[in-house]
């Protein structure tokens, strides 16, 4: 078959029903409703027939189902409609022998009772009722209300002490309370929901006794008093419950003891973490979504009621509790959050106000913090972060608190701490002694710094304890220093020349010499030609040339580079140096060992040199020297290959063609040099000829 869609016959049906054929048809076919026949009675023996038909339809109906209870009820009622009460006792006596533990059926008789102001027969009723069905509340309460209602107060005290003897559930202690209370009787209404209380401790019954306090017996006191019992004497699982602080602050609130509801809220946000959804409390079981739905209740009444009634240290408090619970989620998370931590303590350090416990709260989230130490005692990685939590702990003891011993006593624990045999971090044992310095404790200093170049031995830390040493003016603890520096990093051009440099400021000129050749000969330098060139400003400054000629002619041995040439040069061309016409030798020197080697763009940064050399101090002639020299650059072509020598494609460079090179690409330049004329005459050409066009149109 097609999965075409079909189109449906719209048209009207051939037979139309209306609404009118629908309610005519109903109308038609609805059963008549038979009504009972009316019984008319003339006389007495009439009525007695009447009777007799109606038991026997009764009678007939219990003995086809005995245990159906309507039965029963409808025969009394009929006893009872016709003034037969003995009659109508004696159906629910012969009743309660089917079903005597039917609550249902003795209501009935008792309301039986009732109805045609039997008192005493009622009351015997229900005094069976209760005694057989103790546990049914509504019996009770039929009993309490029919004494009460006639007018027996002793006797509705006594139904209601007999039954809660019972214990019975808290509707029926609040009932007793408002039966004293409506009586007038507040003392002992109290009296009674005390026992409620202590029968049942828990918050339910707690909250009910204090809202009955409040509002019916309009006791603010012992209101204020139970709500304060509930935090105190009920057990944990019960006192720490969103509502019983909410209705407490609410309470509070409305009597107008804003101070007290505030610290209310305070108190449940502590307790309970208000605000930190996701945070469990303590020694606290696991909170249920109820409860949970509850204290964010709780927490939202706490921020409407600083809104309203709280200035703005009270708004920064709740903006701040948001922010801690924000932190503590995310610290709980991911402990080794060395960020997440830096950004709590940091929080706590600016809102931070003079106090005790304002300080134990950042040195708690400070201890916090360390105690999460990298799982890895191999990767330094790991500790990079963290290392930083322990100087920002000393540094607020020392900053904010002004505790210069405490603040030592975390960097020893710190150093204590790091694996010193597998890494360490120079800026802890720096931090320490600097600290003792302040400390005014320089033994110590000195001790640690020492101690540090024998566990860690970093530059860093040399330099610093060099420069502490040169401050206090111990020239010869720094040439101990520097001594001990160079044996472990004898490859270090800047030590070697800060030492060179200190011998220099003391004025021992020899010993800085010496330095100096001890360190250019060594096998292997980071930075030689840093070395050097201080070397060689060195010899400069104290006027020594032919040091300073030797100095080059040693340095290029070890290397041609054209930066040392020229450096050669432009010291020749000085006043220590031996002239003009010396310098131009050098700068000759430099030019032909470069051509010899083929180095074609060192070349030309000679030459640039030596143009500017010869401008600043030569004539002419010798400029136009040097400016024959200069090489004439050229756009060339080659093919770019990969490693494996496999042909990229075509790269266009520049070449350097010097006028006193060979003849060998002088062909080549030839044909470019043709080639360049033939386009210049080619554009004049057509520049000229675009001339006469324009004139052309013109006329």
């Known amino acids: 078959m097609s999965n075409q869609a079909r189109v449906k016959n719209r048209a009207p049906a051939p037979i139309q029903i209306s609404a009118e054929q629908i ?186 006794f204090a809202k009955w306090a409040e509002y019916e017996a309009k006791d603010v006191d012992l209101a204020r008093t139970v709500y304060e019992s509930a935090l105190v004497e009920l057990e944990p699982e019960e006192s720490r419950q969103a509502r019983v602080f909410g209705r407490f602050a609410a309470f509070e609130e409305r009597q107008g003891e804003y101070e007290r509801a505030r610290v209310i809220y305070k108190h449940a946000t502590k307790l309970l973490h208000l605000g930190q959804e996701g945070t469990q409390p303590p020694g606290e079981e696991e909170v249920s979504k109820w409860e949970q739905e509850k204290r964010n209740e709780l927490y939202k009444a706490y921020i409407s009621f600083e809104k309203k009634r709280g200035d703005k240290a009270g708004i920064e408090d709740i903006v701040i509790t948001s922010q801690r619970a924000e932190y503590e989620k995310r610290v709980k998370a991911d402990p080794q959050d060395y ?82 045999s597998k890494f360490s971090f120079s800026k802890i044992w720096i931090n320490a002694a600097k600290l003792h310095i302040r400390r005014k404790d320089l033994v110590s200093a000195r001790k640690l710094l020492g101690k540090a170049i024998g566990l860690c031995g970093k530059e860093r830390i040399f330099t610093e304890y060099i420069a502490l040493e040169l401050a206090l003016g111990e020239v010869d603890r720094c040439r ?73 002619e040693r340095l290029l041995e070890k290397t041609g580079h054209v930066k040392v040439w020229i450096s050669f040069a432009q010291f020749e061309g000085t006043e220590v140096g031996k002239g003009v016409a010396t310098a131009r030798d050098t700068f000759q020197r430099a030019h032909d060992q470069m051509k010899e080697a083929g180095l074609k763009e060192e070349r030309v940064l000679l030459l640039d040199a030596w143009r500017v050399f010869e401008k600043a101090k030569g004539d002419a002639e010798s400029l136009a020297k040097v400016d024959a020299m200069l090489p004439r650059r050229v756009k060339r072509k080659r093919m770019r290959t990969d490693e494996n020598g496999a042909e990229l494609g075509w790269e266009e460079y520049f070449d350097y063609h010097f006028p006193d090179d060979g003849d060998s690409n002088a062909g080549n330049l030839k044909i470019l040099e043709m080639a360049a004329k033939w386009k210049q005459a080619q554009q004049a050409q057509d520049s000229s000829s675009s001339s006469e066009d324009e004139s052309d149109d013109e006329d």
């Open 23 to 208: 309610l005519r048809e109903a109308a038609e076919r609805q059963e008549q409703h038979i009504i009972d026949p009316v019984v008319k009675i003339h006389d007495a023996e009439e009525y007695q027939s009447h009777l007799r038909d109606r038991r026997k339809h009764f009678e007939d109906n219990i003995r086809y189902r005995r245990e159906h209870i309507g039965n029963w009820v409808k025969y009394a009622r009929f006893e009872e409609e016709n003034r037969e009460f003995e009659r109508a006792r004696s159906v629910f006596e012969r009743a309660l022998e089917v079903e005597v533990r039917n609550p249902e059926l003795w209501l009935r008789y008792a309301e039986l009772e009732m109805r045609n102001e039997f008192i005493n027969r009622a009351r015997n009723v229900l005094d069976r009722a209760v005694q057989l069905l103790p546990r049914v509340d509504f019996l009770w309460y039929k009993y309490v209300y029919m004494e009460e209602m006639v007018g027996d107060v002793p006797k509705c005290r006594a139904v209601f002490d007999r039954w809660m003897d019972w214990m019975p559930d808290d509707n029926a202690w609040m009932s007793y309370a408002r039966f004293e209370g409506r009586c007038g009787h507040w003392d002992q209404a109290k009296e009674i929901m005390k026992r409620y209380a202590n029968a049942y401790p828990s918050s339910k019954s707690f909250m009910r």
């Open 339 to 420: 960020d997440a931590w830096f950004e709590y303590a940091k929080m706590e350090e600016e809102n931070e106000i003079e106090g005790v416990d304002n300080a134990s709260k950042v040195r708690e989230v400070y201890e916090r913090a360390i105690a999460n130490v990298p799982p890895s005692m191999e990767e330094k990685q790991l500790w990079k972060r963290y290392i930083y939590l322990w100087i920002y702990y000393a540094l607020y003891e020392e900053l904010q608190q002004h505790d210069l011993d405490r603040a030592s006593k975390i960097y020893d624990a710190c150093i204590d701490l790091i694996p010193h």
């Open 480 to 552: 101990a220093l520097y001594t001990n520096y160079l044996k472990q990093m004898p490859h270090n051009c800047r030590a070697w020349s800060k030492y060179a440099d200190l011998e220099k400021s003391v004025g021992e000129t020899e010993r800085c010499r010496a330095i100096f050749e001890l360190a250019v000969s060594q096998s292997a330098l980071d930075m030689p030609e840093m070395l050097w060139k201080n070397y060689i400003d060195f010899e400069i400054e104290e006027g020594e040339g032919d040091n300073v000629r030797a100095l080059f």
